[in-house]
């Protein structure tokens, strides 16, 4: 089956991580991604560009050459998408920017990833990505309340990745939107923006902050050492306790009072014990089979061998022309009817000049009329979603759909303990009305809310909303035409799909938290980029088939993963092969003399 995308051609000028970064997205779900390749090679020569320009073409051209630049017009005028990531105003100089070629192609959608916005004094200030994360405050070593220090490092790309997934969004949302109105649209997306998405509620201001205290009750949880020296994580979402510490053999326990309020040190300490006594390994398997939340803390080498991850796709294998066989972060977003494929390996530069050229002489149709007048409503005026998910992930996903215009009602439970700051920043723009889906009464209701709604966003562990009877096959039966999205910790095929997790059991089972950590105990990414950049995946795949119910009528099942995202946002040091070296940069300082 094709992609989302299919029939889209796109013309990328992307360079370093974002720009080709955005341009893979769009191209694994079926895109014709056309790279402007400079003829002096990558700007970063990286073995992650095998990730980042797979299943793309290739042609040479210094645009900066009148020639060549002409060849770039009339690439840009047969395209329905253009990506760059130059500095506001390098396009212009070219003869390419967004107005010219959007008055030569008026159905063209236009995507610039500037560092800085065009509009920002700092515009034409050079924005690496360490510059885009020292400057919103990403290296900062203080959460609120503790002292400041000096700041901490983290080599991840946290930008240029939420930057790709929102201008994918974008652009697919412009998309959707062109298929009412005929008319493309200009989208910036400045990374230095994009990085207020990634700090969310941390960057939020209580003026009356509640009285908050730890060691709470329940089963705890952080990292461990085993028997083997490795590090196992347990999450603090184990709703089923008791069976976990039943099959953990302590279910004295709770007898004890453990597990009670006051007792944290103490529970922690018999967790360190208990740990001891056997390999990491087999403490995954254990406690996940007994429906817990644990992940053994793994190094990112490990988790690109890993059985479970490569079942799940999270992890692909592809034969590279350079490399031999390859593994990689599969595609992030899985749809059911439209599925994502790799197709093919990143091209050589300059691969395809002849094909893309001969394309040029071929015959394109007459730009359709628009109606400029329609693209004053939002893209996703009159899509009714109904947002089903808790925390951060999958709120984020309802959110982003708000923000495109939807009317997104949130559905919560009554016995749902309050989270008033992540509230305020994943549920703004929403609709809320509080149902018991365990009740026959509260499940009718959803079901009469059902005929009015276009989305159902869901965040449960795979097999939970079956056994609330609204899993998307049981919703699909009445709704034909609905999106359903899920998202979860695994993604929804292989052995480890059915098992829970959170943002920390992401961070430790593919190699972020031993990144971070450097050596010693594994150490958690401050920000919680995991669940952020899930919401914003998942958004990306609701758009895609919102896409393609616009051109069929169909909708589908989709859905991505926190593991999915964990494993992309260290895409520049996530291909494996024969060979491969892992001397990354790891740990928290790396402050210059």
Not at 79 to 105: K, S, T, Y
Not at 583 to 591: K, M, T
């Amino acid at each position: 089956m094709a992609g989302a995308l299919a029939g889209i051609r796109v013309i990328d000028f992307g360079h370093y991580i974002a720009g080709p970064l955005t341009g893979m997205l769009l191209a694994d779900q079926g895109a014709d991604v056309i790279r402007v390749d400079s003829p002096r090679g990558a700007s970063w020569d990286t073995p992650a560009n095998v990730i980042w320009n797979r299943g793309k073409r290739s042609i040479a051209l210094d645009v900066a050459k009148s020639g060549d630049a002409s060849i770039a017009r009339d690439l840009i005028a047969t395209a329905d998408v253009v990506i760059e990531n130059f500095r506001p105003g390098r396009m212009d100089a070219f003869g390419l920017g967004a107005a010219a070629m959007q008055a030569a192609n008026p159905r063209l959608v236009y995507c610039s990833l500037p560092g800085f916005a065009s509009d920002d004094p700092r515009a034409g200030m050079p924005a690496w990505e360490g510059v885009i994360k020292a400057a919103s405050g990403a290296y900062r070593r203080n959460r609120e309340g503790e002292p400041p220090g000096a700041p901490v490092y983290t080599p991840l790309p946290i930008a240029s990745t939420f930057g790709a997934a929102q201008a994918a969004i974008a652009i697919t949302m412009a998309l959707t939107a062109r298929e009412r109105d005929g008319l493309g649209q200009r989208i910036e997306v400045p990374l230095f923006d994009v990085m207020f998405s990634a700090i969310g509620y941390q960057g939020l201001r209580e003026h009356t902050p509640p009285e908050r205290t730890r060691g709470g009750g329940g089963a705890g949880g952080g990292a461990f050492q085993c028997a083997d020296g490795r590090w196992i994580y347990l999450g603090t979402g184990n709703d089923n306790t008791p069976d976990v510490l039943e099959a953990c053999g302590v279910s004295s326990w709770v007898a004890q009072g453990l597990l009670q309020p006051g007792h944290r040190e103490e529970l922690q300490a018999a967790w360190r014990t208990l740990f001891a006594t056997k390999d990491a390994d087999d403490w995954e398997r254990i406690i996940s089979d007994a429906g817990g939340e644990a992940a053994v803390c793994r190094e990112p080498s490990e988790w690109m061998r890993d059985p479970g991850a490569l079942d799940a796709g999270i992890v692909i294998e592809r034969e590279d022309p350079r490399y031999g066989t390859t593994r990689q972060p599969g595609p992030s977003a899985w749809l059911s009817r439209t599925p994502a494929e790799v197709r093919g390996p990143a091209p050589a530069i300059d691969a395809d000049r002849a094909s893309v050229l001969a394309e040029l002489q071929a015959a394109r149709p007459a730009p359709q009329t628009s109606n400029a007048a329609g693209t004053r409503r939002p893209v996703l005026d009159g899509v009714r979603v109904l947002d089903l998910c808790i925390v951060l992930a999958g709120p984020t996903c309802g959110r982003t759909l708000a923000e495109y215009g939807a009317d997104v009602i949130k559905i919560e439970a009554p016995d749902r303990p309050p989270a008033p700051t992540f509230h305020l920043d994943v549920n703004r723009g929403k609709r809320s009305i509080v149902i018991d889906l365990k009740q026959p009464e509260g499940l009718e209701i959803f079901w009469r809310m059902l005929e009015d709604a276009d989305v159902v966003v869901q965040n449960f562990r795979n097999g939970v909303a079956e056994r609330l009877g609204i899993g998307y096959e049981q919703v699909r039966a009445r709704k034909p035409e609905i999106v359903y999205a899920s998202l979860n910790m695994y993604g929804q095929v292989g052995a480890i799909a059915d098992r829970p997790g959170h943002e920390q059991l992401a961070q430790a089972a593919t190699g972020m938290q031993s990144r971070y950590g450097a050596g010693g105990s594994p150490q958690l990414q401050r920000l919680a980029v995991t669940d952020y950049g899930t919401g914003y995946l998942g958004a990306y795949a609701v758009a895609l088939a919102l896409l393609h119910r616009a051109q069929t009528g169909e909708g589908q099942h989709v859905a991505t993963s926190l593991s999915h995202t964990a494993t992309l946002l260290q895409s520049p040091f996530m291909l494996d092969h024969a060979g491969a070296t892992w001397d990354e940069p790891r740990g928290q300082n790396a402050i210059g003399d």
